[in-house]
């Protein structure tokens, strides 16, 4: 019953409750992957459905998603590499000469509430910082946000340079200007509208 608790204080975007909820579960000796799944992540998949149906927006997603950070934050030091949710790796990052990055950290929280490692690369990201991190973390996925018209070629650019290195992983991409027709154009593997709609795109490439 308390792990239906933690899901529902996600939802109430109440951060304390999380944290002493899930401090509880851990201290009851409850399976942390239950407590990752069924409370947290779960959470964040109705959040994303309420957000898709346009029950909730974006204020409240980020509330949620700060939420379940809060829980996660005290999961993660007992998630041992070997026992992770192991769904795959994602970098992402927001483009050169880009510095908005609420809407990069939203789909970055989703994607890791989702259960992917997530490598945060931050902002005004480079196509050789990209690159190098992918090769280095053995990325399923590269990421790329933009929120200025003036920055979308360095999607592009991005794009040409991780084809042009040879690695084997999907690009996608998203942000206010951007659309799946942009993606279609600089031949990227896909395109996100928003956090949900990114963390849905990350699992069908991925699966
Ligand atoms: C907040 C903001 C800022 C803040 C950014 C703070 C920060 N830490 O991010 C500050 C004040 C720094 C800023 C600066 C500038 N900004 Co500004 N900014 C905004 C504003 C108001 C909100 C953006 C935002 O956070 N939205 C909320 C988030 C949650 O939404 P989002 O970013 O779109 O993300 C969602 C989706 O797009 C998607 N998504 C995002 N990334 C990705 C990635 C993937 C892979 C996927 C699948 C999905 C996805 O999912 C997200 C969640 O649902 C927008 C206006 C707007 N309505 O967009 C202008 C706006 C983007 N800014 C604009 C401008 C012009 C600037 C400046 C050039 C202003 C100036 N003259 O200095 C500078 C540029 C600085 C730079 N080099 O980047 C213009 C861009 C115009 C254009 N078409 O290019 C806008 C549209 C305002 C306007 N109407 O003119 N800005």
Redesign the pocket.
């Known amino acids: 019953m308390s792990i239906q608790e933690i899901f529902n204080a996600v939802l109430a975007f109440d951060d304390a409750t999380v944290k002493t909820k899930t401090q509880a579960e851990l201290d009851a000796g409850n399976d942390i992957q239950a407590i990752l799944n069924d409370g947290l992540i779960s959470a964040m998949d109705e959040v994303g459905e309420k957000?898709s149906s346009g029950e909730l927006f974006?204020p409240e997603?980020?509330m949620a998603a700060q939420a379940m950070k809060a829980g996660l934050a005290i999961l993660k030091p007992l998630l041992a590499e070997g026992s992770r949710q192991g769904r795959g790796t994602v970098v992402?990052g927001?483009v050169k000469?880009?510095?908005?990055?609420?809407?990069?950290n939203?789909?970055s929280m989703m994607i890791e509430g989702a259960g992917f490692d997530v490598v945060d690369l931050g902002?005004?990201v480079d196509s050789e910082a990209f690159v190098k991190a992918a090769s280095e973390n053995k990325a399923d996925v590269i990421?790329?946000?933009?929120?200025?018209?003036?920055?979308m070629p360095a999607m592009q650019t991005t794009v040409t340079a991780v084809k042009e290195a040879g690695l084997a992983v999907k690009t996608?991409?998203?942000?206010?200007?951007v659309s799946q027709a942009f993606a279609d154009q600089i031949g990227a593997d896909?395109?996100?509208?928003?956090?949900p709609?990114?963390v849905k795109?990350v699992k069908k490439l991925v699966a």
Do not use: N
Not at 190 to 195: E, K, P, S
């Open positions: 957000f974006v997603m980020l992402i927001t000469g880009d510095l908005h990055d609420i809407g990069k939203l789909v902002v005004d990421a790329l946000s933009a929120l200025l018209t003036t920055t996608i991409i998203g942000g206010a200007p896909g395109y996100g509208a928003d956090a709609g990114a795109l």
